[in-house]
């Protein structure tokens, strides 16, 4: 069974100060890996596609790399704007184009 | 990105009554729409596959007859919380995914609808 583990569930950090939020996963082939940002209320709003070991992707603060069993989503010198839950998912290569989630990593950046 | 709404955005309905939510993508054609469900710190659930043309595919343990999709339109797929009861309370959340042009399909999602049963 497609497995999906997010760590840590909880991360709180002060401004300035970088940090990773880790995704592992287990398997069977792997399609593509997906980061979301999910603000209080809203809805997942699409971060990143990675979909080979050592790929690697940056938006603004947000740089997300992908080895053969997890994936980094490093956050560089975070701002209070950046506080929100980030989840993680999988595209496997079964068949199914149907994504398996994290249970994500809230974060909170304090000013 | 492609853009997907939902509407409502919150609902508050008594114990027994039927609640409708819409899923629309706005600038592209999805003939498979996705619906989750999300509790307060956890992850999202998928419910059910929505298909254009054909019936719903619902995950194991979600009730069909309670939970109705009807996938009207290639941009319009709608889920029916029927005789509605305070455990369906939570978060729903359409997606669909992204036109294919090369690589991997993503998952654009609408910005929910909080359900509130009393």
């Known amino acids: 069974e497609d497995q999906v583990t997010q760590s840590p569930e909880a991360l709180r950090l002060q401004e300035g100060e970088s940090s990773s939020l880790n995704c592992s996963y287990t398997?069977?082939?792997?399609?593509?890996l997906f980061w979301y940002r999910q603000d209080p209320g809203k809805g997942p709003e699409f971060l990143f596609t990675l979909y080979s070991a050592g790929e690697e992707k940056e938006k603004e603060r947000l740089k997300a790399t992908l080895t053969k069993k997890e994936s980094f989503l490093h956050i560089t010198a975070p701002k209070p704007e950046d506080s929100a839950t980030y989840l993680c998912a999988v595209q496997t290569s079964g068949g199914s184009y149907i994504p398996t989630f994290g249970r994500g990593t809230s974060l909170i950046v304090h000013p | 990105g492609a853009v997907v709404s939902q509407h409502p955005s919150w609902v508050i309905c008594k114990s027994g009554t039927s609640v409708k939510i819409e899923c629309r993508s706005l600038d592209f054609q999805a003939t498979t729409m996705f619906w989750y469900r999300q509790f307060p710190k956890q992850s999202l659930m998928l419910m059910a596959t929505s298909n254009e043309g054909s019936k719903a595919t619902y995950e194991q343990g979600v009730e069909k007859d309670k939970f109705l999709i009807n996938h009207a339109s290639l941009t319009l797929s709608t889920l029916t919380v029927t005789s509605a009861h305070p455990e369906d309370s939570s978060f729903y959340i359409c997606?669909?995914?992204?036109?294919?042009?090369?690589?991997?399909?993503?998952?654009?999602f609408g910005p929910g609808t909080r359900l509130l049963v009393l």
């Open positions: 997606s669909a995914p992204s036109p294919r042009t090369s690589g991997l399909q993503t998952q654009y």
């Open positions: 398997v069977s082939g792997l399609r593509g």
